[in-house]
Every structure is written in structure tokens, then in C-alpha cells.
T-cell receptor, first 114, second 111 residues
Framework: DVKVTQSSRYLVKRTGEKVFLECVQDMDHENMFWYRQDPGLGLRLIYFSYDVKMKEKGDIPEGYSVSREKKERFSLILESASTNQTSMYLC?????????????FGPGTRLTVL | KQEVTQIPAALSVPEGENLVLNCSFTDSAIYNLQWFRQDPGKGLTSLLLIQSSQREQTSGRLNASLDKSSGRSTLYIAASQPGDSATYLCAVHRGSYIPTFGRGTSLIVHP
């Protein structure tokens, strides 16, 4: 079974802190994604990566950056956390570009910024 | 721009009922459509993936159909159980890297 793990289930940070969210997948998938999920807004894509060291902006990249130094690991970075970044963050991975393969999701990280 | 709508937004049914969740999309040029389940506070779990060339997929008590020409998919749940209570999301893929998600249908099955 594909496994996507995220470094924390719950995280509480202060405004202005630098925050790292990590995601690891164990199935050698090329594609990895970071979403945030908010009530009433659904899933919104922040960034995705289709290969090591490659990244593309999603719908809401402002205030975030990402890093993919190894194929299995995709990190989301909040350079200076703000209260409006309080959300559920979901990581996902998939095998192909054409969308013929399933996206596999991690369990999510509930981030609260005070 | 692809838009995905799920109706109803919320549904509450008694145990044992057969039910239908709906998903509609505006651009019929899709590669596939996927149904997910999300339990409260958790990630998404894939239920069924329908390729654009397929009309339906089945897994246990779940059956998903796809009508590309009308831009619609339905998820049919037979003999619903309290354990089916969750949010169900559909996502369509147009061949880029990124799927477009609906906002989900929140289902409660009460005993």
C-alpha cells in the first residue's frame, strides 16, 4: 500500500515564526502536492512538484514556499506564519502526469497560528 | 476554467437507505474522475477512479458512474451504514498535473 506521511498531526505556532511541514511518500511517485483545506472553500492547491528540485505554483502560493531535494520528500515552508494561515494542510502524491493515476493523501496537519 | 459542483452539500439518512451523491463539471474534456472519502480531521481516501473511456466503476456497495457528455457523475451507495458517515469529494482531471475538486457532500447515516 502507498503510504504518505506528514510530520505532525497538530501544530501550534506563533505569528512570525518560520514553519516547516514535511511530507514523505514511499512509492517512488513523481508528483507531490500541497493543499490547504478550509471550511466553505474546499481544497486549494498551494504548490506541486513533478520531479526533484522542480516546483510549480498552485492557486494560492503567496506566503508559502516549497522544497523537494529528494524524490520521496516534499516540504512546505511558511516563511513568516500569519493567523490567516491557520488551516488543515494536506499532502498528496501520484505517479503520472496525465492524471490516470490515483492521488494518495497523507493524514493532514492541523496548523494553528496564534 | 473547470468548475466542479457537488449536490447536495449535506445529507442525513437513516441506516439502510440507498443513496446517490452528485458531481457535475463544466468542461467535459477530462481524463478521469475520482471519488474520495474524508473522515473528520483526516486526509482523503480514494474510493473509485473512473477513466474517461469508462462509464462506471464498482467497489463493494459503491458504484460510480460517469457521463462525460453531460458533465455528470454519481456515486451510488447501497444499503448505507453508520460507518459510511463522512464527507465525499469528487475530483476531475483534465490532463494537467492538477485535479479540480468539488467542495464535497457531508453524509450522516444515523442508526
Amino acid at each position: 500500500d502507498v503510504k504518505v506521511t506528514q510530520s505532525s498531526r497538530y501544530l501550534v505556532k506563533r505569528t512570525g515564526e518560520k514553519v516547516f511541514l514535511e511530507c514523505v511518500q514511499d512509492m517512488d511517485h513523481e508528483n507531490m502536492f500541497w493543499y490547504r483545506q478550509d471550511p466553505g472553500l474546499g481544497l486549494r492547491l498551494i504548490y506541486f512538484s513533478y520531479d526533484v528540485k522542480m516546483k510549480e505554483k498552485g492557486d494560492i502560493p503567496e506566503g508559502y514556499s516549497v522544497s523537494r531535494e529528494k524524490k520521496e520528500r516534499f516540504s512546505l515552508i511558511l516563511e513568516s506564519a500569519s493567523t490567516n494561515q491557520t488551516s488543515m494542510y494536506l499532502c498528496a502524491s501520484s505517479r503520472s502526469f496525465q492524471g490516470t493515476d490515483t492521488q494518495y493523501f497523507g493524514p493532514g496537519t492541523r496548523l494553528t497560528v496564534l | 476554467k473547470q468548475e466542479v459542483t457537488q449536490i447536495p452539500a449535506a445529507l442525513s439518512v437513516p441506516e439502510g437507505e440507498n443513496l446517490v451523491l452528485n458531481c457535475s463539471f463544466t468542461d467535459s474534456a477530462i481524463y478521469n474522475l475520482q471519488w474520495f472519502r474524508q473522515d473528520p480531521g483526516k486526509g482523503l481516501t480514494s474510493l473509485l477512479l473512473i477513466q474517461s473511456s469508462q462509464r462506471e466503476q464498482t467497489s463493494g456497495r459503491l458504484n460510480a458512474s460517469l457521463d462525460k457528455s453531460s458533465g455528470r457523475s454519481t456515486l451510488y451507495i447501497a444499503a448505507s451504514q453508520p460507518g459510511d458517515s463522512a464527507t465525499y469529494l469528487c475530483a476531475v482531471h483534465r490532463g494537467s498535473y492538477i485535479p479540480t475538486f468539488g467542495r464535497g457532500t457531508s453524509l450522516i447515516v444515523h442508526p
